[in-house]
């Protein structure tokens, strides 16, 4: 509920209020948490939250057809059908020149809130990206990371869910929108090949 209400901005602050609460010794996991999470949105938000993730899924491939050259990924709360009310759009493409992709947002009448360099620990070496952060709609965001071209091939371990973050490529996402718009992306199970506290 931390996490929901704003209270918590990261996993591991819930996880210590969490305990904090309940007087339990053992952290949740991020998976646990995660679920839980998915639970509460549903139950505060329910109808709603539907009809949110199919207008976040649309929007998010208009930006992608828009960026298509550039091999995007939805990725995030969006891809997983998890999203909920304070939710954004997380977009990867893979570009040389992240100005490219700054051009083509501005020319098509979006607002660049922010747009800088960020540093990630990525496949065990310090890796920067370009993030940027665009106005989509009056209540909605969107973060676009771009990547280099030599990351195209790669494919994370998602920390919360212990899986492949895959995400859908445009023809995935139309292929979602017409047969399972609020098809969920999330295994039943954490995989144990990959925790992390």
Not at 49 to 69: D, G, Q, V
Not at 173 to 196: E, H, M, T, W
Request: glycine share 4%; hydrophobic share 35%.
């Amino acid at each position: 509920m931390q996490l929901y209400s704003g209270n918590a901005k990261e996993y591991m602050q819930a996880k210590i209020m969490a305990t904090k609460k309940s007087g339990i010794k053992r952290y949740p996991s991020n998976y646990e948490i995660a679920i839980e999470l998915d639970r509460i949105a549903d139950e505060l938000e329910g109808k709603e939250r539907e009809e949110l993730i199919i207008k976040m899924r649309k929007t998010a491939l208009k930006l992608m057809l828009l960026l298509k050259e550039y091999s995007p990924r939805l990725t995030g709360s969006v891809w997983r059908g998890t999203a909920r009310i304070g939710s954004d759009i997380d977009i990867l493409v893979y570009a040389s020149d992240p100005s490219e992709i700054v051009q083509i947002i501005k020319k098509n009448n979006f607002r660049i809130i922010e747009k800088k360099w960020i540093k990630t620990d990525f496949h065990n070496s310090i890796k920067s990206f370009f993030n940027i952060r665009v106005a989509v709609d009056m209540d909605q965001e969107s973060e676009i990371t771009v990547r280099g071209l030599d990351d195209v091939e790669i494919i994370e371990k998602c920390e919360i869910y212990g899986d492949l973050r895959k995400g859908l490529s445009i023809e995935q996402l139309i292929n979602i929108l017409n047969k399972d718009a609020l098809k969920k992306f999330v295994p039943k199970k954490r995989s144990q090949s990959y925790s992390k506290k």
